[in-house]
C-alpha cells in the first residue's frame, strides 16, 4: 500500500517525502517543517505519517518541529517482549535524571507539559551520587546513557537526552505518570493516577 502511494506521486514528491521520512529517522534533535516540503505540506506530511507507519513509527511533533518515534502500539508489545530494557543501574540513574529535570519542576511550575524536554532544569552529577548507587556506578550509567542520547551534559549538570523528544504524546503521558508515582506515590495526584488506571483494566471476572 505504501509503495503504491508514493509511485501515486510525481518523482520530485516522492524524493521530497523520503528525504523528510529520512531526515526524521536520523537527526538528532526536531528538524524544522521549513527546512522539509514534505512536512510543510499538509497532503505530503500525511504521506511521511503513511511511510513511517508501515515500518511501526510515528511523527511525532516537538519542540517546534519533527521526529519519528516508536508507534504506541510497537511500544507497548516491545515493553511486553523486554526489548531494548535497560540495566538496573542506568534505570536508577535515569529515573534521578527524570526526577530532578523534569518531575521536581513541573512539580514546583517551572516545567509544563510542552517543556518537559528543554533541558532548562539541569542536575549536578554529584547530587546523583548521594543516593544508594555507588559514584563509580553512576559515573558508569552516566556514559552508557550519553551513548544512548538518553541524558546530555549541559552547562550546570546533567539533563534527559535527545531521545525524549520521540516519545508520542501517549508515552510521554505514561512516563510523566510513573514519575509522579515515583517522586510522591502517596500523594492526590498519585492516588488519582492508580483509580484511573485501574478503571482503564479489564475485569475478566465481570465478562460472562
Request: charged share 25%.
Amino acid at each position: 500500500m505504501t509503495e503504491r502511494l508514493l509511485e501515486s506521486l510525481t518523482p520530485s514528491r516522492r524524493d521530497e517525502v523520503l528525504t523528510a521520512v529520512a531526515a526524521v529517522e536520523s537527526a538528532r534533535f526536531p528538524v524544522q517543517a521549513k527546512d522539509f516540503r514534505a512536512l510543510l505540506d499538509p497532503q505530503l506530511r500525511h504521506v511521511v505519517e503513511q511511510v513511517l507507519a508501515a515500518g511501526g513509527r510515528s511523527l511525532v511533533e516537538t519542540l517546534g518541529g519533527f521526529l519519528s518515534g516508536y508507534d504506541d502500539g510497537v511500544r507497548e508489545q516491545l515493553i511486553r517482549l523486554g526489548i531494548g530494557q535497560l540495566p538496573a543501574d542506568q534505570r536508577a540513574v535515569l529515573a534521578m535524571v527524570l526526577l530532578f529535570c523534569v518531575a521536581i519542576p513541573r512539580a514546583e511550575g517551572y516545567v509544563t507539559a510542552e517543556s518537559m524536554w528543554t533541558g532548562k532544569h539541569p542536575v549536578a552529577p554529584s547530587l546523583l551520587e548521594t543516593g544508594k548507587v555507588r559514584p563509580g556506578t553512576v559515573r558508569a550509567a552516566i556514559r552508557e546513557l550519553r551513548a544512548r542520547d538518553l541524558v546530555r551534559g549541559v552547562s550546570g549538570g546533567i539533563v534527559p537526552g535527545p531521545q525524549f523528544q520521540r516519545l508520542t504524546s501517549a508515552a510521554t503521558t505514561i512516563l510523566f505518570e510513573e514519575l509522579i508515582l515515583l517522586a510522591e506515590p502517596h500523594g492526590d495526584l498519585a492516588l488519582s493516577i492508580r483509580r484511573l488506571r485501574a478503571a482503564k483494566t479489564p475485569n475478566p471476572e465481570g465478562d460472562h
